[in-house]
C-alpha cells in the first residue's frame, strides 16, 4: 500500500485521474540497465526513477506506463545489497 504524503508524483496523478486501485505491479531485478535498455528499445522510458538508496550508494528503481497495454504501471527495482532503516512516523 502507497500513501502519497507530497507531491507531484505519478501516485498523486493515479488518485485523481483512476481514485483508489491497483497502481502498478513491482518486479525485482538483478541489474536495472539491462530491462531499461530493453524498455527503451521498445519505446519505453521511465515515468519516474532513482536510484543510490542503499547504504552503498547502489540500488535503483523505475516506473513505466504501461496503462494502456495492462492498466497499471510497472516498476522494475534493482534491490540495494543493504537497505536504509525506515523511517519512523
Do not use: C, K, M, N
Not at 27 to 38: D, Q, S
Not at 64 to 69: K, N, Q
Amino acid at each position: 500500500l502507497i500513501e502519497p504524503l507530497e507531491g507531484p508524483s505519478i501516485y498523486h496523478e493515479w488518485l485523481e485521474e483512476r481514485g483508489f486501485g491497483v497502481h502498478h505491479l513491482g518486479f525485482h531485478v538483478p541489474r536495472l540497465g539491462p530491462i531499461a535498455e530493453a524498455l527503451a528499445a521498445d519505446g519505453f522510458s521511465p515515468v519516474q526513477a532513482g536510484s543510490g538508496y542503499g547504504v552503498g550508494g547502489d540500488g535503483a528503481f523505475a516506473y513505466y506506463d504501461l496503462v494502456d497495454a495492462l492498466g497499471l504501471y510497472v516498476e522494475i527495482i534493482e534491490t540495494p545489497a543493504r537497505r536504509r532503516p525506515s523511517e519512523g512516523l
